[in-house]
């Protein structure tokens, strides 16, 4: 890995699932780091840094013992600590409600700012009819919200309620968070017409208040559709009304005209707050030919 690297890190059995689909479509920008005490989260990925934390031998997870997961991994930390030297900014997804997600999550990302490593952390919030592992989640998605820059709240349920519409299963992220990872790291890591970068992400996210990440996409023929789709996105209740800040990337291919991007940014722009501090990019690739895709990063909520 080179100095300034992107890291995508998945953590327990979803995290793992929802990393290393999303890092398929972003492999030639960023890392991937899969953790999890059960081996059979590594078996998908074609080229990963796995960090197996299985003190016991059995190969079969935490059983919902998040504790024994966080001091597992402290444990364990040490073998892939110089990837965080290296790392500029480290994506973190994972499903709470288990043992290892919820207890290993948020020491990562704690050791990942203590190596000045921007912090990004999707996390996937359990099913209502799951009492029990919604408690889980419930203190664990406090510790990761003090330790992550960003720290965006998924819900599961909306993202099944999505995979069905999709024709997808909401375990592999329903194409949601693929979209949004590689829609991130592309902008990040590429540079574009107009560059946006990792100092202006940082500018945007250190606002007071919270912070997320909406992702839409679109054919150009009908760019008003975008934005519509990145408000259905299955983030837990967060309303981005009134947002002070906000970093918006815009990317289509070679056919995406000038009108088109307006078209997008104003309609998204129009729904911020009037003094929301507005950073814009655009970008155009082969791969998105007849596609528009909207990443924004909104702060200030
Ligand atoms: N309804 C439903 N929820 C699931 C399923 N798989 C995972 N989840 C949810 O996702 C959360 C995280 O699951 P995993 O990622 O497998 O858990 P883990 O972090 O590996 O935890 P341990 O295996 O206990 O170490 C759980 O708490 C559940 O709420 C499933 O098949 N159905
Ligand atoms: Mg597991």
Known sequence: MDEGAILVTGVGGIGCTWAEKA???????????????????FAGAAAAHCLH???????????ALPALAAHRLRDGIGSVTPLLEQAELVVIMTGLG???????SAELASLARENDCLVITIAGLPFAEQPLR?????????????NSHVCIRVSMERLAWQARHRDDDWRTGSGWIGDLIEG????????????????????VINRPGNATLIVGTGTTDRPDKVVGEARKSPLSNLSIDGAKGCMIQVEGGPDMTLAHLNEVTEAFVSSLDP???VIMGA???????????????VSGL
């Open 184 to 203: 991130l790291v592309t902008t990040l890591a590429k540079v574009g017409k107009i560059n946006l970068d990792l100092m202006d992400l940082r500018t």
């Open 275 to 277: 003094d929301c501090q």
């Open 98 to 104: 288990g043992g290892m997600g919820s207890g290993a």
């Open 53 to 63: 934390l299985d003190a016991g031998g059995d190969g079969r997870g935490t059983a």
């Open 134 to 146: 919604c408690k889980i989640a419930e203190t664990a998605i406090q510790a990761l919200e003090e």
């Open 283 to 297: 970008r155009a690739s082969d791969k998105m030919v007849g596609r528009i895709r909207l990443v924004a990063v």
């Open 23 to 41: 890092h398929t479509k972003c492999s030639e920008l960023a890392d991937l780091l899969l953790i999890d005490a059960d081996e059979s989260s």
